[in-house]
């Protein structure tokens, strides 16, 4: 069985572009988590989506913003990327989310100029 | 919200060695789940485990949640084992993980 795949594996980007990452679900899992690393702050969560539907959302900003297809695959977009965007963006795989043991993609490692 | 605290913060090991690595966390927890991230940033799932123990092969876990605690045991280490440790949690309904700081493990030759 394929994991969860995540597309680019690099990023090079400046100042004020944008950017989109892209994660492919374990089959069968319905619910898809992103989560941010950095070297400061750790492992944080970004947003969870199961269904299509976002069902809870960290604590960043507006120009961070994500969504999910009918076949469970995900995107998530930043906008006017900022230096300390820099980090490395996972996202993880589950059946429903909660209750259920989550799976992790290799990540897209993205570096701000 | 719940903190995650996990310790020792850093371990250095001979190969051959055994050891636990603990978190704590502050309130109670729907489920817990052991991670290791290796030197090229793959988090690998090692153990779902809300409660009580599980093996798997020279790992094993086992989580306390009525004394908020969870251990991890790595026996005969070998280097491959070198990386960071983390444990994470959720609470009913949240639908996401919380992360401790993690552990990093040095096994030397």
């Known amino acids: 069985k394929a994991g969860v795949t995540q597309t680019p594996r690099y990023l090079i980007k400046t100042r004020g572009q944008q950017v989109t990452l892209s994660c492919s679900p374990i089959s069968g899992h319905r619910s898809v988590s992103w989560y941010q690393q950095t070297p400061g702050q750790g492992l944080q969560f970004l947003f969870e989506?199961?269904?299509?539907?976002?069902?809870n959302k960290g604590n960043f900003p507006g120009r961070f913003s994500g969504r999910q297809f009918s076949n469970s695959r995900s995107e998530m977009n930043v906008s006017t990327l900022e230096l300390g965007d820099s980090a490395l963006y996972l996202c993880?795989?589950?059946?429903?989310?909660?209750?259920?043991?989550?799976?992790f993609g290799d990540g897209t490692r993205l570096s701000i100029l | 919200g719940i903190q995650v605290e996990q310790s020792p913060p850093d371990l250095i090991l001979q190969e051959g060695a055994n050891s636990t690595l603990r978190c704590n966390f502050s309130d109670s927890v729907n489920n817990l789940q052991w991670f290791h991230q290796n030197p090229w940033g793959q988090l690998i799932n090692l153990f779902y485990?809300?409660?009580g123990t599980k093996q798997n092969g020279r790992l094993s876990a086992t989580t306390v949640a009525t004394e908020r605690y969870s251990l991890l045991y790595i026996s005969s280490s070998q280097t491959t084992d070198s990386g960071v440790y983390f444990c994470?949690?959720?609470?009913?309904?949240?639908?996401?993980?919380?992360f401790g700081q993690g552990t990093r493990l040095t096994i030397n030759p």
């Open positions: 994470a949690v959720e609470i009913q309904g949240a639908q996401k993980l919380v």
């Open positions: 485990i809300p409660s």
């Open positions: 993880a795989s589950s059946l429903i989310g909660g209750d259920s043991p989550q799976h």
């Open positions: 989506y199961f269904s299509e539907t976002q069902r």
